[in-house]
């Protein structure tokens, strides 16, 4: 198995761009996380999926962020527009009873 | 309060030295995991545990559910073990980890 994998490992963009983080989670894994990591708040949750779900959506930070899982093998998370306080390390991650694995994350840099 | 508590939080230690960051807890879990993270890295899961204690290579983690505490052990310690150790418990089912801060540790040559 690959493992989670995100796309892109890195995004550079222009301040109020839109920006779209893919993540295809671990075949038969059913629950899908997206997580937050800066320095000054370590790792957050953004939002998590139960059988693509949506099951709390409470760490969202504002409208401009939205999160869809139309199928079991992807999901998104959609920063529109983006701003230079969104900077910071995307992570998705995947579980199952049997265990968490966590995707390499995308490094965002809004300028 | 943090639901989940790590100490310490930065640590520097001589190669060979072994190793303890602790972690205690709050809330009721159904398992706690243990995670690393190198600079600039990704975070993967070293352990899983709901009881007792695993062992992988010089990695130690121990768990104790009545005392709400967890300590993951690096025996012979190597620079190649500096790294960011996160512990992060799971309250039931398929609910997102609650993590502690981290604990960074250096291991000098």
């Known amino acids: 198995d690959a493992g989670v994998i995100q796309s892109p490992r890195h995004e550079v963009t222009e301040m109020g761009q839109e920006v779209t983080l893919r993540c295809k989670p671990i075949?038969?894994?059913?629950?899908l996380f997206w997580y937050r990591q800066t320095m000054m708040r370590g790792l957050e949750l953004l939002i998590y999926f139960n059988n693509n779900v949506p099951i709390d959506d409470s760490g969202m930070p504002e409208d401009r962020f939205s999160a869809k899982m139309p199928n079991a093998s992807f999901s998104t998370l959609k920063i529109q527009p983006s701003e230079p306080r969104d900077s910071a390390v995307y992570f998705c991650?995947?579980?199952?009873?049997?265990?968490?694995?966590f995707g390499s994350g995308t490094r965002l840099t809004v300028v | 309060k943090n639901e989940v508590e790590q100490s310490p939080q930065n640590l520097t230690a001589q190669e060979g030295e072994f190793i303890t960051i602790n972690c205690s807890y709050s809330?009721?879990?159904?398992?706690l995991h243990w995670l690393q993270q190198h600079p600039g890295g990704g975070i993967v899961s070293l352990f899983m545990?709901?009881?007792g204690k695993k062992k992988h290579g010089r990695l130690i983690a121990t768990i104790n559910i009545q005392e709400k505490h967890s300590s993951l052990h690096i025996t012979a310690s190597h620079p190649r073990d500096s790294a960011v150790y996160i512990c992060a418990v799971l309250n039931s089912g398929n609910t997102p980890l609650v993590f502690g801060k981290g604990t960074r540790l250096s291991v000098i040559a």
């Open positions: 075949s038969g894994h059913n629950s």
């Open positions: 809330v009721g879990i159904s398992a």
């Open positions: 545990l709901s009881s």
């Open positions: 991650a995947s579980s199952s009873a049997a265990g968490y694995t």
